[in-house]
Nanobody, 124 residues
Framework: QVQLVESGGGLVQAGGSLRLSCAASGRVFSTNSMGWFRQTPGKEREFVAG????????YYADSVEGRFTISRDTAKNTVFLQMNSLKPEDTAVYYCAARSGVPFTTKLIAYDLWGPGTQVTVSS
């Protein structure tokens, strides 16, 4: 059974950087896109960044455009999220997700597989 496992979360001061990783373990399945989402208590999970697995085309939420960079290593079935210039409002649990369908979408319901999440805390 395929699982997604995030790593790289932690505590960082405002203005700092973190790099999240999401590795797929187990039998590899057909992935068309992967995304990063985040959620804070009392709020809905929201799209952060996504990437088309085959083409590498990337997508970002307006709130992170220019600060976050999503990338992938297809040989290692791993997706990354480089987060720079972090702000306290970036504090959340970050989840990676995989989608086998097409086309790319930011809708949560379209994603087939989710990781357990990793906490990112940005102090002011």
């Amino acid at each position: 059974q395929v699982q997604l496992v995030e790593s790289g979360g932690g505590l960082v001061q405002a203005g700092g950087s973190l790099r999240l990783s999401c590795a797929a373990s187990g039998r590899v399945f057909s992935t068309n896109s992967m995304g990063w989402f985040r959620q804070t208590p009392g709020k809905e999970r929201e799209f952060v960044a996504g990437i088309s697995w085959s083409s590498g085309q990337v997508y970002y939420a307006d709130s992170v455009e220019g600060r976050f960079t999503i990338s992938r290593d297809t040989a290692k079935n791993t997706v990354f999220l480089q987060m720079n210039s972090l702000k306290p409002e970036d504090t959340a649990v970050y989840y990676c997700a995989a989608r086998s369908g097409v086309p790319f979408t930011t809708k949560l319901i379209a994603y087939d597989l989710w990781g357990p999440g990793t906490q990112v805390t940005v102090s002011s």
